[in-house]
């Protein structure tokens, strides 16, 4: 369909060129391949080679049911083409929120992602506020879905805490289960996507983030100055480092830049799943200074205001002048 008929189409994206280019197929081309981490039969050794090198790995043997996890993409698929005004009803007021075009929240926009999706903060859900969302059927894949991902964010950050020899204090405050996030995202087609983006270059704020994307593509992570396509494989996730994980290892893994590129011809979707630490627990190291989540969370929402930009992790540095 036309995304400029689409209903389901927040108005932003109901753009009038219907002259479509074919996508940008250098962009696109096969890149040097990411490393592959089995979580069947973990390798210490190999995914902490793999945090310090890529920051980024696919996850073989993860443990969760190919019919689980087409189940709740079809499902994000289904719920995500509803109507743009319904979506917004439905979920408006609750804490689950429906987002598109993110982050043009600050005072000077930039370029708006060309994404649209939810944003399903568990801890709230685990306490049933949530109106739009109650009792449906994808409610109860969700639940069913985070459980898989806190147990594989847990077995790999203890992984990681024996390898940056973390003692039991600092590991418990720096993994805070109940305070993860899943985003579920729709990037919708873009007319002459050729130099745009679902979602610009950034780098996540996380611990530890892991995708789920259908079959379509577009993730894409720059490594040593050129961007390398991450190509969907059926039954593999990604996994990435995010900043706290970063600073919680001084250094030692890479919270790699990533960007998602748009489609002129397909939809794509994909869901995210974000550990975090806990929001009042510290987070100290040779290279930055003390800081809680809480407080990277309020700079970069500062930041991103003032600017469009967020700063990261570079507004901690112990070498920063500011
Ligand atoms: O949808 C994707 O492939 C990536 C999503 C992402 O980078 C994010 O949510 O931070
Ligand atoms: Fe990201």
Redesign the pocket.
């Known amino acids: 369909m036309d995304s400029t008929a689409d209903p389901s189409y927040p108005h932003i994206f109901r753009r009038h060129e219907s002259d479509h280019e074919p996508d940008c197929e250098p962009y696109r081309k096969a890149g040097p391949e990411i490393p592959v981490v089995d979580l069947r039969a973990l390798d210490p050794g190999r995914l902490a080679e793999a945090c310090r090198v890529w920051g980024i790995f696919r996850l073989a043997n993860h443990g969760i049911p190919p019919t689980l996890s087409n189940r709740i993409l079809d499902r994000a698929r289904l719920i995500l083409s509803e109507p743009f005004e319904d979506k917004r009803t439905r979920f408006g007021g609750g804490p689950v929120s429906y987002f598109w075009g993110t982050p043009a929240v600050g005072k000077r926009v930039r370029s708006v992602n060309w ?1 649209e999706g939810l944003h399903i903060p568990l801890a709230r859900l685990r306490s049933g506020e949530e109106p739009g969302f109650g009792s449906s059927s994808f409610r109860c894949l969700v639940d069913e879905y985070v459980r898989h991902m806190a147990r594989i964010a847990r077995e790999l950050f203890n992984a990681l805490t024996v390898d940056l020899k973390l003692d039991s204090v600092q590991s418990t405050s720096h993994f805070s289960e109940p305070d993860a996030i899943l ?1 579920v ?1 729709r ?1 919708p087609r873009r007319p002459n996507a050729c130099h745009n983006f ?2 610009e270059a ?1 780098s ?1 704020s ?1 611990l530890l ?1 892991i ?1 789920n ?1 259908d079959e379509v593509g ?2 894409q992570i720059l490594r040593e100055g050129r961007w390398i396509n ?1 190509a969907p494989i059926s039954d593999m996730l ?1 996994v ?1 480092i995010g900043d706290m994980m970063q600073a919680i290892s001084d250094n030692e893994y890479m919270s790699v830049e ?3 590129l748009a489609s002129s011809s397909k939809e ?1 979707i ?3 799943y ?1 550990a975090y630490p806990s929001e009042d627990g510290l987070i100290s190291s040779s290279r930055y200074k003390p800081f809680t989540y809480k407080d990277f969370k309020a700079k970069v929402q500062e930041d991103i205001e003032a600017t469009g930009f967020k700063i990261g992790l570079d507004r901690f540095r112990i070498t920063d002048p500011n």
Do not use: E
Request: aromatic content about 12%; glycine content about 8%; hydrophobic content about 35%.
């Open positions: 994404v985003r995202y990037y679902g979602l950034h996540d996380s983030s995708l994307q577009g993730l991450v990604i990435n990533h960007r998602v794509r994909s869901l995210c974000f």
